[in-house]
């Protein structure tokens, strides 16, 4: 009995000495691995209260326009927005709601946390010393965002500017924005706001890329040296391709062409055909495969599957452009697609993506990319909008200049494709991206939409010997990339190449 006694005591002494040593470990995890944490994170009523009042480095253009910084009120510290404009790429700062793109991506260094060392964050509770906020330098220049602002007008979209040398962003204005001086008594309304101003269309809406896309399908085909430049052919006709028919008619008033006039005139026919040939190398030169009368049945006739070796070869050098991977870039990007999740290719399907529709969604940080790529000799350059942090006589770069993710073609083809988009704006629908006194390069779009509108699409780059600047301009439901998005991008490089060498 005595034994049993004993031993009833020992397990509960054991079994309280291990509660114990829980607890300890607990607590000695929470208060001294995670304390530091804990004392920083936004949840902590304490550090929220903290943080109304205490200091944030500003945020400047790359010319030292003061875009954003705190300013003292009867209310206590105030963040102020110089341009609402801009929000989308600074986002904004808010004790109720939290803070939303540089904001958020920067925030310790803003609010000068990260430049502490481990001792500072130690004794700074313990001395009350006050942080050393840092400031933002971005690459965006106020005067070619101004100029992008004012091209959109009141359309919905977004033109997203960059040095194709560099990667460094110059513009990346959405629209419609909203004032984030105001925001925190308007938030109700904007969420409910039908035309989605908090939506940052440059890096988060995808969209169809209409004929843009046919840089893509070009480039894999000067590539893979399917296409003979000097061969013309006739294009007239529509041909099927299983169930649908795809034209000439974007080019009748060219009839024989070369393969640089029909990306010029953006011929559907002739780049649905060239994607679907992509994986049948034997027929090269396509062109005889490309004209109205071709060399005999299609491959894909009898063998509707053989087409899947073409879907790789597009799906590959897409990817070698951005697609489907996750762009490296200051802020979240959506990842563009070539097709749905789970989509199995068909002859249908591959043609129509060859020439931009089909289930392609791009955003237009994607295609400023790949214009940025044509006049990047191939290679796909790594964008960045947040150039440096500055505390006093510190500066830290945070990017390499010239950096590139990818490599989308040979030096050689790009400078094909230079050719063919300055083409484009000499002789083909893209003329109103024209700059007197300065070669131009371009290519329009025009993408069809399931309510029956189409977007407006423009890519291009200025001056087209040594680019120094490249857009992409999406405007919605607008119409002919013609008419509207290249008028606008033309402003926004003929602003560039006034304001930065």
Not at 34 to 56: I, K, T
Request: net charge negative; charged share 20%; aromatic share 8%.
């Amino acid at each position: 009995m005595l034994d049993d006694l004993r031993g009833n005591v020992r397990r509960t002494a054991t079994a309280l000495v291990a509660c114990f040593g829980v607890i300890a470990l607990a607590l000695g995890y929470w208060q001294v691995v995670r304390g530091a944490d804990l004392a920083q994170d936004a949840a902590n009523p304490r550090v929220a209260n903290a943080r109304l009042s205490e200091p944030r480095g500003r945020i400047l253009d790359r010319n030292g326009v003061v875009l954003a910084d705190t300013q003292m009120t009867d209310q206590g510290p105030v963040r102020h927005y110089a341009d609402p404009s801009l929000v989308h790429t600074i986002g904004y700062h808010s004790n109720r709601y939290g803070d939303t793109d540089l904001e958020a991506a920067y925030d310790t260094e803003l609010r000068g946390e990260k430049a502490l060392s481990a001792w500072d964050r130690l004794v700074q509770p313990i001395l009350h010393t006050e942080p050393r906020p840092q400031d933002l330098v971005l690459t965006i220049d106020k005067r070619i965002s101004d100029a992008a602002v004012q091209a959109l007008g009141s359309s919905a979209g977004s033109i997203v500017a960059i040095d194709p040398r560099s990667g460094e962003i110059l513009a990346m204005v959405s629209t419609p924005y909203f004032d984030p001086n105001t925001a925190e008594a308007q938030m109700a309304n904007l969420q409910a706001d039908p035309a989605e101003p908090l939506f940052n269309r440059s890096v988060q809406a995808r969209y169809v890329p209409g004929s843009t896309f046919k840089t893509v399908t070009a480039t894999a085909a000067l590539d893979t040296h399917l296409v003979d430049l000097n061969q013309p052919f006739m294009c007239t006709t529509a041909v099927k391709v299983g169930t649908y028919s795809v034209d000439c008619k974007n080019s009748l008033q060219l009839p024989r062409l070369t393969y640089k006039q029909a990306y010029a005139w953006s011929s559907n026919r002739v780049f649905g055909l060239t994607g679907m040939l992509l994986g049948y190398p034997n027929l090269a030169p396509i062109n005889p495969w490309l004209d109205d009368k071709p060399p005999g049945p299609y491959p894909w006739v009898d063998d509707p599957g053989s087409i899947q070796a073409s879907a790789r070869v597009l799906e590959d050098y897409a990817g070698r452009f951005g697609f489907g991977r996750q762009i490296p870039f200051d802020l979240p990007v959506a990842v563009s697609q070539v097709t749905n999740p789970g989509t199995e290719w068909s002859p249908e399907l591959l043609v129509q993506t060859a020439f931009g529709q089909g289930e392609l969604d791009v955003t237009p940080m994607q295609m400023a990319l790949v214009v940025a790529t044509v006049a990047n000799q191939g290679r796909v350059p790594t964008p960045y909008v947040a150039a440096r942090l500055e505390d006093g006589g510190n500066v830290r770069e945070l990017h390499q200049p010239g950096d590139f993710f990818s490599i989308a073609s040979s030096s050689d083809v790009a400078n094909t494709m230079v050719s063919f988009m300055v083409e484009g704006v000499d002789n083909g629908y893209a003329a109103k991206a024209a700059i007197p006194g300065v070669k131009v390069g371009g290519k329009t779009g025009t993408a069809e939409v399931g309510d029956g509108t189409s977007h407006s699409w423009f890519i291009g780059f200025a001056p087209a010997d040594a680019p120094r600047i490249a857009v992409a301009v999406i405007m919605e439901h607008q119409g002919s990339g013609s008419d509207f998005a290249t008028p606008a991008g033309q402003s926004v490089m003929r602003a560039a190449l006034g304001v930065y060498k």
